[in-house]
């Protein structure tokens, strides 16, 4: 499936132009598969790519909550925790609307558990 995203995302990318609805949703689909198939380092590549899209583009496709979780994982996945966090913090930010509860919550214990992992206990329970 990859091989084909990939195609698919260059195709995009020729026909529309980078910031295109449909490139950031491709682009997403590539950074979920490949961080699924443990493929860390192109999944964060593209997770970036739509953060840094985040500002140039209007109606942004992706959740930016969602993407900011993610890359947050992966720091934490790699034991950069303190980036984890930041990241986490930042996703938190972008989760607050009632649509996100769920997320919300994902979000606050995966930076639970960042901050527990760095020895800040109280800062982890709360």
């Given amino acids: 499936a990859l091989p084909l995203l990939n195609e698919a995302l260059r195709t995009k ?4 132009g980078e910031n295109h609805k449909s490139v950031l949703e491709t ?5 979920a598969t490949c961080h699924s198939m443990g ?6 590549e593209q997770y970036l ?27 934490f996945e790699d034991g ?7 990241m986490f913090r930042s996703a938190l930010s972008e ?13 606050m214990l995966n930076l639970a558990n960042s901050l527990t992992a760095i020895g800040d206990v109280d800062a982890g329970i709360e």
């Fill in 13 to 16: 990318k020729t026909v529309y």
């Fill in 27 to 31: 682009t997403w689909a590539v950074a």
């Fill in 39 to 44: 493929d860390k380092q192109k999944a964060l």
């Fill in 49 to 75: 790519v739509l953060m840094d899209k985040t500002n140039n583009v209007d109606d942004m496709p992706v959740d930016v909550a969602h993407v900011r979780h993610c890359v947050g994982r992966l720091f």
């Fill in 80 to 86: 950069k925790t303190c980036q984890a966090i930041d």
């Fill in 95 to 107: 989760a607050e609307t009632p649509d996100k509860l769920q997320l919300k919550s994902e979000i």
